[in-house]
């Protein structure tokens, strides 16, 4: 959706000191700039673009890496699925049907057992049960000044009760690989991910994620 970006250049992240590997960050892609000091709408490509890489490397396929520009040339998006450019302001948004749709369609094209499904209306224990049953999910924050932001939650820690999230946030391209993961207390990212405005409802999005999953 649109990123008019109300997150601020990030801080320096504490070392992630957790089972899960910091080397998450290697996948990080930066959704770049419409313009200076103008964030793209292109979280949603690049989020995508990161979920399938992070796949590929899963099922040992190290010949082959995405970049957010695969995922926008060569998918056959409808309208409704991603915005065009030529839209003022929201030119290049991506919706959640849309990653749905790239998803299947990518994993169709590369021959993998893999799907996307989009849940809306989703809570905090779907949350958990995906991650906890080691699927990947993207979640759609909805900014107070009306823009939106696709992001990866890539762990969970009950200790703190923190999510951990690979961000297409232009500003982390400047930190170190192992810093590229986001540290965000459940409180905080859930009052962008339940927030709901006027183009939310009328397209009837309300706490969005979109689950990727290896077929069984």
Known sequence: MTDQTNSTTPEEQPLIEKTFPASFGQFYMSQG?????VVSNECGPTSLAMIINVILNQENIQSLSLRKENIIHQTHFHLWDRLPK??????GATAPWGLVTAFNQWMQKLGLPWSAERISCANRAVILEKIISGKYVSALKIWKNGG????NVIDFSAEDDTLYTLDPNPYLVHLPQNRR????????FSA???RKNVWSILLGIEREIIVYARNL
């Open 33 to 37: 700039f419409r313009e200076k000091g």
């Open 148 to 151: 939106a932001h696709w992001v």
């Open 181 to 188: 993961i986001q540290k965000e207390s459940w409180e905080k």
């Open 86 to 91: 030529t839209f003022p302001a929201i030119g």
């Open 192 to 194: 962008d991910w339940q």
